[in-house]
T-cell receptor, first 114, second 114 residues
Framework: QKEVEQDPGPLSVPEGAIVSLNCTYSNSAFQYFMWYRQYSRKGPELLMYTYSSGNKEDGRFTAQVDKSSKYISLFIRDSQPSDSATYLCAPRGYSGGGADGLTFGKGTHLIIQP | DGGITQSPKYLFRKEGQNVTLSCEQNLNHDAMYWYRQDPGQGLRLIYYSQIVNDFQKGDIAEGYSVSREKKESFPLTVTSAQKNPTAFYLC?????????????FGPGTRLTVL
């Protein structure tokens, strides 16, 4: 079983729809959960991050973590064509203050149709 | 403007040649990283460095080498030993000791072996 699983898509939805993007993970030591957004032929950028279980909202975006089922979700409300991108989840454990590499999911390619 | 620059944007290599990809950052970050991205594979960690003159192998270090002689620079050499080097290469940096280890990415270098 891979450490982080994510459906690569593509996921195509009409403009204005609510989008649900998901990841599952196997390492119970993961405590911090990040979502990166990557536009075509660009580097990823951090979109949201959460700690442990629960929800976090930022504008049209909501990140949700369920540690008991090792399930991570990102919801996008009122989706816009500009949201079309690849979304990568990146959970991590506590590194004792050091900086180490992230484990990324494969990314889900999202297409918002105007 | 603070950020990460990678050069060149596109690189073509003949089989058997070594090539070096450049990565420079002016964010005053201690840690730097190299990732490889293949279609449908997500990002995979090649090497990372937490401090000048020190670096660690990531998940797929075979066929690659790095150096970290300056805080601002972390060049990656793709050697002829790398069997399938055609990919999109991303450099990133972060502070040391951050909770989420937010990594800032460069625009990437697309390497093609002819």
């Amino acid at each position: 079983q891979k450490e982080v699983e994510q459906d690569p898509g593509p996921l195509s939805v009409p403009e204005g729809a609510i989008v649900s993007l998901n990841c599952t993970y196997s390492n119970s030591a993961f405590q911090y959960f990040m979502w990166y957004r990557q536009y075509s032929r660009k580097g990823p950028e951090l979109l949201m991050y959460t700690y442990s279980s629960g929800n976090k909202e930022d504008g049209r975006f909501t990140a949700q973590v369920d540690k008991s089922s090792k399930y991570i979700s990102l919801f996008i409300r009122d989706s816009q064509p500009s949201d079309s991108a690849t979304y990568l989840c990146a959970p991590r454990g506590y590194s004792g203050g050091g900086a180490d590499g992230l484990t990324f999911g494969k990314g889900t390619h999202l297409i918002i149709q105007p | 403007d603070g950020g990460i620059t990678q050069s060149p944007k596109y690189l073509f290599r003949k089989e058997g040649q070594n090539v070096t990809l450049s990565c420079e950052q002016n964010l005053n970050h201690d840690a730097m990283y190299w990732y490889r991205q293949d279609p449908g594979q997500g990002l995979r960690l090649i090497y990372y460095s937490q401090i000048v003159n020190d670096f660690q192998k990531g998940d797929i270090a075979e066929g690659y080498s790095v150096s970290r002689e300056k805080k601002e620079s972390f060049p990656l050499t793709v050697t002829s030993a790398q069997k399938n080097p055609t990919a999109f290469y991303l450099c990133a940096s972060s502070i040391q000791g951050g909770t989420y280890n937010e990594q800032f990415f460069g625009p990437g270098t697309r390497l093609t072996v002819l």
